[in-house]
Each structure stands twice: as C-alpha cells, then as structure tokens.
C-alpha cells in the first residue's frame, strides 16, 4: 500500500532535483547537472582526515602531511564531497534556507560515504547548536542528518548526548587557532547522558568540517565524557592542503 501511494503522489506530484528542481526518474535524487557539480571524495584520501589526495600514492593507510603534523580529536573523518559547488549550495539551502527535506537526500549519499564507520560504531551523535541559535533557526541541521543517517543505517542516534554550553561566536572568517579558542569550553556531556556513551564508539555528524576545530572540541568533550572512541561524518569538507 505504501508502494501504490507513493507511486500515485509521484503521478501527481513528479520528482523534482532537491538541488535546482529539474525534473528527475527518483525522488530525492540529484539530476546529472547538479550531481556533476559535486567533486566527490574517494580513496585514495587521508585515512584520518579524509581529505584526497591528488595522486594515487600506493597502497596501505595513508596519511596528510595535516594530519601527521597536527592530529586531530577524533580518530576518523569522512566526508562526501569538497566544500564547493553544488555541495556548498545544498550545504547553505538547508541551513539558510530552510529546506529541510535536503536532509534525506545528504543523509543517504553521507551513509554511503560513511559506510565503513557506520558499520563500527555504537552510536550516532550531532554537533548540538546552543541554545539561543536554535531557537533563532528553529532547528539543527546536524541532528537531521544524524536522524535520517540513523534510520538508513540502522543504528541508534542520541540528540542530547551532547550539549552546546557556551555560546559562541560565528566561525566565519576566523583562523584555525581562532577558531579552536573560540570553541574551547563550548561542549559538554550532561551528566545525565554520561551513562549512555560510557565505552560507547560514536559517530559524530554535521555538515561541514572547515578548519576541524569543531570536531575537535565536540570530539574532546565526548571522550572526557567516558566515550570509548569517536569519529566524524560530515556532507562536505574544506581542505587546505593542494589538490
């Protein structure tokens, strides 16, 4: 029944590209334009910050000069796609615009990306918005990520295991070392929610990684909370290293 209704909402109401509305054969999927505008990362890439690299270097675990040099928080990250293009304008259409049904279709291409992390976690967790920018967007783009990656991959997702204590200013157009000192002390485990990631591995999940000072600090917070490990998924990433 479900089947016949969807088909008969599709008759009704054709898919559409969630990135710029042209007509497609799938619902939530991109059409060929916007799906070209993504730069998709693929292996081979940095095994712990899962940024690629530009030339095959061989086989066996990879490492960036960036994550040798200054490793981070968490023990993994992955993303789909470099932070531009038409990952850039789904990334600021959810976010700025309010078009929350973009969730489904970024949560379904980060479940695939993040497959390998998804199948040795315990738990997924979103970088939680404080208080009053929550209640100024009406909602975080994380935890409907976290949510949909949840219910694809079958895996539980907690949207209080983490809190955002301090408010922050905004990171745009701040350093690294900016940016890192402005989220010290910004994330906390509730003590209530300490039993629940206690020796747990979590998947933490936003949507973009920049400098990744706000993995670190959701990360550092998590592990001082009792969490076993943690790893990182995210839509898109910045990387600052030659491509």
Not at 5 to 27: I, K
Not at 110 to 137: C, K, Q, T
Not at 148 to 161: E, Q, S, W
Request: proline share 7%.
């Amino acid at each position: 029944m479900r089947r016949a209704a969807a088909a008969g909402l599709g008759f009704v109401y054709p898919p559409t590209c969630p990135g710029c509305a042209a007509a497609t054969a799938e619902l939530h999927a991109l059409c060929a334009t916007c799906w070209s505008g993504l730069r998709l990362i693929e292996r081979p890439f940095c095994e712990r910050l899962g940024t690629p690299f530009a030339l095959d270097l061989g086989t066996g675990p990879l490492l960036s000069p960036r994550a040798i040099a200054d490793p981070p928080v968490y023990a993994r990250a992955r993303a789909v796609a470099l932070y531009d293009g038409t990952a850039r304008d789904l990334v600021h259409r959810l976010k700025y615009g309010d078009r929350l049904d973009l969730s489904r279709t970024m949560a379904r291409m980060m479940a695939s990306s993040g497959r390998e992390l998804l199948d040795e976690i315990d738990l997924i967790v979103p970088v939680p918005l404080h208080l009053f920018r929550l209640w100024r967007r009406r909602f975080n783009q994380a935890a409907l990520l976290a949510r949909a990656i949840g219910r694809l991959a079958d895996k539980p997702c907690d949207v209080r295991a983490l809190a955002r204590v301090r408010a922050t200013r905004p990171q745009v157009g701040l350093t690294r070392n900016q940016r890192a000192l402005n989220l010290q002390g910004a994330f906390r485990v509730p003590d209530a929610a300490r039993p629940r990631i206690a020796g747990r591995r979590i998947l933490l999940v936003d949507d973009v990684a920049t400098t990744g000072a706000t993995g670190n600090a959701a990360a550092r917070a998590l592990l001082r909370g009792g969490a076993e490990r943690v790893d990182l998924l995210t839509f898109a990433t910045v990387t600052g290293e030659p491509l």
